[in-house]
């Protein structure tokens, strides 16, 4: 089951959770994060918020079954609620804010996952490398500004390569085909360094990829959206059911000596 609501065109996180209010991480102050150090879990879990990308993790790994319009309506809706205390959200999050048009969020995330551990950016790295995160800045590179997917469908490519850079090349095996890909700001080019012949998609027309390179052209990289900015999309509007849909920041944090410790790695 992917739960659907129809009054906002989104993906609920859970059947609940577009019926609990929306928390205001804009008027949240750094004093209080991360929140699971400052707020009770109940007090959390009654509202709107997230400490990681979830259901934007769902748009990458099984991307192919969502329209563009859904991507980008569950993106702009998710972001504004992400604390970002997780070093497995920049990651999720770059990638599909380049896929959706969202350039300079996908840089900015870009650059949490790069200097996660270089610059302690979650202030544990003594306790050692967020490993996962380090892994996902391939992901950045190929998957969000190179815009490769591997799915049901064929090898596909739909890059969104940031404004300023000239190009992205890497390497990859699938099967036991070796790969060459050079994505520039006006084409996308292709070549079998050893191993059989490979078909690839881009932007939805086939390619058939042998020993000679394969250069194939683009109008551009995708969409280029304005950064989010002020009050959540749906801050102020009705659910189906008439309720307000009010944006919030509680003001029951815990003593200082209920803070539980914080041993998670994520």
């Given at each position: 089951?992917?739960p659907?609501?129809?009054?906002?065109g989104?993906?609920p996180?859970?059947?609940?959770f577009?019926t609990r209010e929306?928390?205001?991480?804009s008027q949240?102050p750094?004093?209080?994060?991360p929140?699971l150090l400052?707020?009770?879990?109940?007090?959390?879990?009654?509202h709107?918020?997230?400490?990681?990308?979830?259901?934007v993790?769902?748009?990458f790994?099984?991307g192919?079954?969502f329209?563009?319009?859904i991507?980008?309506?569950?993106?702009?809706?998710?972001?504004?609620?992400?604390?970002?205390?997780?070093?497995?959200?920049?990651?999720?999050?770059?990638?599909?804010?380049a896929?959706?048009g969202?350039?300079?969020?996908?840089?900015?995330?870009?650059?949490d996952?790069?200097?996660?551990d270089?610059?302690?950016i979650?202030?544990?790295?003594?306790d050692?490398?967020?490993?996962a995160?380090?892994?996902?800045?391939?992901?950045?590179?190929?998957?969000?500004?190179?815009?490769?997917?591997c799915?049901?469908?064929?090898?596909?490519?739909?890059?969104?390569l940031?404004?300023g850079?000239?190009?992205i090349?890497?390497?990859?095996?699938?099967g036991?085909s070796?790969?060459s890909?050079?994505?520039?700001?006006?084409?996308?080019?292709?070549?079998i360094l050893?191993?059989?012949?490979r078909?690839?998609?881009?932007?939805g027309?086939?390619?058939?990829?042998g020993?000679?390179?394969?250069?194939?052209p683009?109008?551009?990289?995708?969409?280029?959206?304005a950064?989010?900015?002020?009050s959540?999309?749906?801050?102020g509007?009705r659910?189906?059911?008439?309720s307000?849909?009010?944006?919030?920041?509680?003001d029951?944090p815990?003593?200082?000596?209920?803070?539980p410790?914080?041993?998670?790695r994520?």
């Amino acid at each position: 089951v992917i739960p659907f609501d129809e009054t906002f065109g989104v993906h609920p996180q859970d059947d609940q959770f577009l019926t609990r209010e929306l928390w205001d991480l804009s008027q949240t102050p750094e004093s209080s994060r991360p929140l699971l150090l400052h707020y009770h879990p109940l007090v959390i879990y009654r509202h709107q918020v997230l400490k990681q990308a979830d259901v934007v993790l769902a748009l990458f790994l099984q991307g192919d079954q969502f329209t563009d319009t859904i991507k980008l309506a569950d993106f702009e809706y998710y972001d504004p609620i992400t604390t970002g205390d997780s070093s497995l959200s920049a990651v999720a999050q770059s990638i599909i804010a380049a896929e959706v048009g969202h350039q300079e969020m996908a840089m900015d995330y870009f650059r949490d996952a790069l200097f996660c551990d270089l610059a302690n950016i979650h202030h544990n790295s003594d306790d050692g490398v967020h490993v996962a995160s380090a892994a996902g800045i391939w992901g950045c590179l190929v998957q969000g500004f190179g815009g490769m997917r591997c799915d049901r469908q064929n090898l596909r490519f739909d890059p969104r390569l940031p404004q300023g850079w000239t190009s992205i090349r890497h390497h990859m095996v699938l099967g036991n085909s070796d790969m060459s890909i050079i994505v520039e700001q006006d084409a996308i080019t292709f070549q079998i360094l050893s191993g059989r012949d490979r078909d690839v998609t881009v932007r939805g027309k086939l390619h058939h990829i042998g020993s000679e390179p394969v250069r194939v052209p683009l109008a551009d990289q995708g969409p280029v959206r304005a950064r989010l900015h002020g009050s959540h999309p749906v801050t102020g509007l009705r659910r189906a059911d008439g309720s307000l849909v009010t944006s919030e920041v509680p003001d029951l944090p815990m003593p200082a000596s209920s803070v539980p410790l914080d041993t998670s790695r994520g």
